[in-house]
Nanobody, 118 residues
Framework: QVQVVESGGGLVQPGGSLTLSCTAS????????MTWYRQAPGKQRDLVAS???????NYAESIKGRATIFRGNARISVDLQMNNLKPEDTAVYYC????????????WGQGTPVTVSS
């Protein structure tokens, strides 16, 4: 059984910064991709940033230049640092991890909410 847990969300003022963390535990020893998505109220879930096993990264245009995805301290973990946050960044942020031998859709966490408001 694999569990994915996100943390680090909260309320932040416009222009502020936040770092989200995602950790996977269980029968997982390597990864294909680790991806952050977000879903604002009434909208579809969109990709924010992703990292492959070889360290290649990809960012949504809306967050490019304001976010950095990087490996966390835990064995299977990925963090997302976001700077200069805007109200339109308000959403629930989800982590998805795909790994060898796992299901194609990967495993999702329960999400961590981010609210950017003054």
């Amino acid at each position: 059984q694999v569990q994915v847990v996100e943390s680090g969300g909260g309320l932040v003022q416009p222009g502020g910064s936040l770092t989200l963390s995602c950790t996977a535990s269980g029968n997982i020893y390597s990864v294909y991709t680790m991806t952050w998505y977000r879903q604002a109220p009434g909208k579809q879930r969109d990709l924010v940033a992703s990292m492959t096993n070889d360290g290649s990264t990809n960012y949504a245009e809306s967050i490019k230049g304001r976010a950095t995805i990087f490996r966390g301290n835990a064995r299977i973990s990925v963090d997302l640092q976001m700077n200069n946050l805007k109200p339109e960044d308000t959403a629930v942020y989800y982590c998805n991890i795909r790994f060898p031998g796992g299901p194609t859709p990967g495993y999702w966490g329960q999400g961590t909410p981010v609210t950017v408001s003054s």
